[in-house]
């Protein structure tokens, strides 16, 4: 079957910095993206990455290992706008879309 | 510049009443679009997925449909409403770029309860 794990919460400290982690499983890989998602709002879309490697955004760079099926997202300066849940997803050989959980950043100050 | 409409905003519904939430793209042609239902603290499940006007699939066996009466238009159905279905409902759109990859951008969602 095709699945996304990653931490369903986690806390950190304003203008420190978070790593969030994303293992998946899927028939066949397209890429890998996070969103960005505030209570009771849509997602946003936050970075895609299909080759191996960083790909740096600003405060924010997400990092992929396609031979471990691993990504993770990492947040730098911390503020307290960040905290929002973040959602991973994986796509798979149809293009479609597998999506975890999300993980709920609280961000304290 | 694309923009997509979600209506209405929140919904309060009683079991067994019908159901129609309507979504629209603006600023594109031919786009995917996509349904799916949010429960309280979960991820994201998809429902219903349309590559063109009438073409719909379905991705999860439920009381809901799906229809593409138009290009930009989407819609998502029931005839009778369960409290399971209660939960955040999200339209979404992508199109196929050459590059090959198809991020899909988001509606701002319709807050269904179900009474």
């Known amino acids: 079957g095709q699945n996304i794990d990653q931490p369903t919460e986690m806390t950190a400290t304003e203008g420190a910095i978070v790593q969030i982690n994303c293992t998946y499983q899927?028939?066949?890989?397209?890429?890998l993206f996070w969103y960005q998602q505030h209570a009771g709002e849509a997602p946003t879309f936050l970075s895609y990455?299909?080759l191996d490697g960083l790909e740096e955004k600003g405060r924010f760079s997400s990092f992929l290992s396609r031979s471990k099926g691993y990504s993770y997202l990492l947040l730098k300066e911390l503020q307290m706008k960040d905290s929002a849940s973040y959602l991973c997803?994986?796509?798979?050989?149809?293009?479609?879309?597998?999506w975890g959980a999300g993980t709920k950043l609280i961000i304290k100050p | 510049s694309q923009t997509i409409h979600q209506w209405p905003a929140t919904l309060v519904q009683p079991v067994g009443s019908p159901l129609s939430l309507e979504c629209t793209v603006e600023?594109?042609?031919?786009?995917?679009l996509y349904w799916y239902r949010q429960a309280a603290g979960r991820g994201l499940q998809l429902l219903f997925y349309?590559?063109?006007?009438?073409?719909i699939s379905s991705e999860v066996p439920q009381n809901l449909s799906a229809s593409r009466p138009q290009d930009r238009q989407f819609i998502l159905s029931s005839k009778k409403l369960l409290l399971s279905d209660s939960g955040f409902y999200l339209c979404?759109?992508?199109?196929?770029?050459?590059?090959?990859?198809?991020?899909?951008?988001f509606g701002p969602g319709t807050r269904l309860t179900v009474l």
């Open positions: 600023g594109t042609s031919n786009p995917n």
């Open positions: 899927t028939s066949g890989f397209n890429g």
């Open positions: 997803a994986a796509l798979d050989s149809n293009y479609q879309l597998i």
């Open positions: 979404a759109w992508s199109v196929e770029p050459a590059g090959g990859y198809n991020e899909q951008f």
């Open positions: 990455n299909v």
């Open positions: 349309s590559v063109g006007i009438g073409q």
